[in-house]
């Protein structure tokens, strides 16, 4: 028997070739900026205030939306002035097509700045594939602590509401901890608040540090009111001076995961430079010591590939071939050659040779 070759759909065979994509798309967006053969795009249908400096987009994505799981995080990348920018944001899926983007405004922050204050309704939004591990869900552990500073929320807000939602809330022992400047700052205040009286076993707290009698900051105390961590999941997420003492805390717990949203300044005292050997590039440059990689070689006017900018992604990840690198994050030094290296996150601490 005989079986005749498929035959290749008309649009198959144009949306094959990524220029005929490009091709198609430009054409196709002149109908609906939104369609797309393999974008992942969205139109901004709602801008709304959610705290101080801080808003809610409800956006309408269209059908190529991979929406991740609750709690990961996306690139989101806009043009501003003729440049593509790409931030990370946790989304809340809303419905089957529409996410909300909950963002603070970062001071000299391109991205959020734009969001917050030029975006409009009707703007399109790009999005990249989903990452990160704040996933209760995909875990057995049923004792959770979601420990949250600032916009560190966001993830937690989106486990949240995603259990009360789809009723698996209770199946859970959830404690939520948030910890804001002021009260102005609480994000999803009333939902949180809401949620806690209607599930006995959702507790939620608020800290603000800088407003009436001051809270403290997350402490040894904090961890005693949590009691036997032992069978217990942590999630943190915050700044990561917040992310690190989470860690040194709650190091006991079943599972700690966390992920931080802005880098502490490195701390060292390391002057003078370095020089460091790309590989692929054939080049040997001079870059200063005490600051990440990523920004070391962007000065030197390299364009590496980057997203988050704060170890969450991996995209930046190269191969290191030798040197000595220390991690922003935890300040452990790294001497291992041949080891797999974030350059975002890594300053070097001897000259290095990097497969860039
Ligand atoms: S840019 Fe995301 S991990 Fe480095």
């Known amino acids: 028997m005989n079986v005749l070759p498929k035959k290749n759909h008309a649009l198959s065979f144009f949306t094959e070739s990524v220029l005929d994509q490009k091709v198609v798309n430009f054409w196709v967006q002149k109908f609906n900026p939104t369609w797309s053969t393999h974008e992942m795009l969205g139109r901004i249908v709602k801008k709304q205030n959610t705290a101080k400096d801080m808003v809610t987009?409800?956006?309408r994505c269209n059908k190529r939306m991979n929406f991740g799981l609750p709690g990961q995080h996306h690139p989101v990348i806009v043009e501003i002035a003729a440049r593509r920018l790409e931030r990370t944001y946790s989304l809340n899926r809303i419905d089957e097509q529409h996410v909300e983007l909950t963002l603070k405004k970062v001071p000299q922050g391109a991205v959020s700045t734009w969001?917050?204050?030029?975006?409009e309704i009707g703007d399109i939004v790009e999005f990249g594939q989903p990452y990160g591990e704040m996933l209760c869900v995909t875990h057995p552990e049923?004792?959770?602590i979601l420990l949250a500073a600032g916009s560190g929320i966001t993830p937690m807000y989106s486990m949240v509401y995603d259990l009360a939602k789809t009723g698996r809330l209770v199946d859970y022992r959830l404690k939520l901890m948030y910890w804001v400047k002021r009260s102005e700052?609480?994000?999803?205040?009333q939902f949180f608040q809401k949620t806690a009286q209607q599930y006995p076993q959702f507790s939620y707290e608020t800290f603000c540090t800088q407003e009436g009698e001051a809270a403290s900051r997350l402490?040894?105390?904090h961890v005693n009111d949590c009691g036997d961590l032992h069978e217990?999941?942590?999630f943190a997420c915050g700044p990561s001076g917040f992310v690190n003492s989470a860690c040194d805390l709650f190091h006991v717990a079943r599972l700690f995961k966390s992920e931080a949203f802005t880098l502490s300044p490195l701390e060292v005292s390391d002057t003078g430079t370095v020089t460091i050997t790309l590989t692929k590039s054939q080049k040997m440059l001079e870059v200063p010591r005490g600051i990440s990689l990523l920004d070391a070689l962007e000065r030197a006017n390299e364009k590496p590939v980057s997203g988050c900018r704060m170890g969450i992604c991996n995209k930046c990840s190269c191969h290191k071939v030798s040197g000595v690198t220390q991690n922003i994050l935890n300040q452990n030094q790294n001497a291992e050659p041949g080891s797999s290296l974030r350059i975002c996150i890594n300053s070097a601490k001897s000259d290095l040779v990097l497969d860039l």
């Open 115 to 119: 969001l917050c204050h030029v975006a």
């Open 219 to 221: 402490s040894e105390s």
């Open 57 to 59: 987009l409800t956006i």
């Open 142 to 144: 049923k004792e959770v």
């Open 232 to 234: 217990t999941a942590v």
């Open 185 to 189: 700052d609480l994000a999803f205040h």
